[in-house]
T-cell receptor
Framework: GAGVSQSPSNKVTEKGKDVELRCDPISGHTALYWYRQSLGQGLEFLIYFQGNSAPDKSGLPSDRFSAERTGGSVSTLTIQRTQQEDSAVYLC????????????????FGAGSRLTVL | KQEVTQIPAALSVPEGENLVLNCSFTDSAIYNLQWFRQDPGKGLTSLLLIQSSQREQTSGRLNASLDKSSGRSTLYIAASQPGDSATYLCAVNGGATNKLIFGTGTLLAVQP
């Protein structure tokens, strides 16, 4: 597609349930990032994929959070046993390969998935 | 650990005014710095990217400057319009993974 697609756009769930958030990056973008934006907070880095591997998952807040990427394309962020503090907008971004100084590393963001845990 | 701060947190100006948004970062070892715009309920739109070797970038009414040694960047918006109302975020890229560290943003309201 022309941009980064995320689904669902909105998700309301009950505490304790598992949720899956999906990101479909721009075709050909090998790098994919997940961020979280909580109310009144800045964007918090969660995890970075290069291809199907995740060399940096340092931002995942707990072992309830996991993410995978298959075929170098779609990524899924899974939150198990959701808690109210997980309520946030989860943003996905992708960037193309290429030399860092060429400007090819500009990140393109999706519209986000708003998660509300009751 | 890199920390990014933006001031002011919120700004309200009348239409037509020129304005400056500020961003500061604690670790000057960055590859580049980006300014984004975020509209309510929407994703982020990249406005300007400044490489570490550059001092400024311009796009239309927007001009971003970078002073790496002092850990500062500014976003200058000329002749502001109500359509400029949004949250503006700066983000620094300090590593090989292209991971961005974001500031908390400046909420701009341009009054008609």
């Amino acid at each position: 597609g022309a941009g980064v697609s995320q689904s669902p756009s909105n998700k309301v769930t009950e505490k304790g349930k598992d949720v899956e958030l999906r990101c479909d990056p721009i075709s050909g973008h090998t790098a994919l990032y997940w961020y979280r934006q909580s109310l009144g907070q800045g964007l918090e880095f969660l995890i970075y994929f290069q291809g199907n591997s995740a060399p940096d998952k340092s931002g995942l807040p707990s072992d309830r959070f996991s993410a995978e990427r298959t075929g170098g394309s779609v990524s899924t962020l899974t939150i198990q046993r959701t808690q109210q503090e997980d309520s946030a907008v989860y943003l996905c971004a992708s960037s193309s390969p290429g030399r860092r100084l060429s400007g090819a590393n500009v990140l393109t963001f999706g519209a986000g998935s708003r998660l509300t845990v009751l | 650990k890199q920390e990014v701060t933006q001031i002011p947190a919120a700004l309200s100006v009348p239409e037509g005014e020129n304005l400056v948004l500020n961003c500061s970062f604690t670790d000057s070892a960055i590859y580049n710095l980006q300014w984004f715009r975020q509209d309510p309920g929407k994703g982020l739109t990249s406005l300007l990217l400044i490489q570490s070797s550059q001092r400024e970038q311009t796009s239309g009414r927007l001009n971003a400057s970078l002073d790496k040694s002092s850990g500062r960047s500014t976003l200058y918006i000329a002749a502001s319009q109500p359509g400029d109302s949004a949250t503006y975020l700066c983000a620094v890229n300090g590593g090989a993974t292209n991971k961005l560290i974001f500031g908390t943003g400046t909420l701009l309201a341009v009054q008609p």
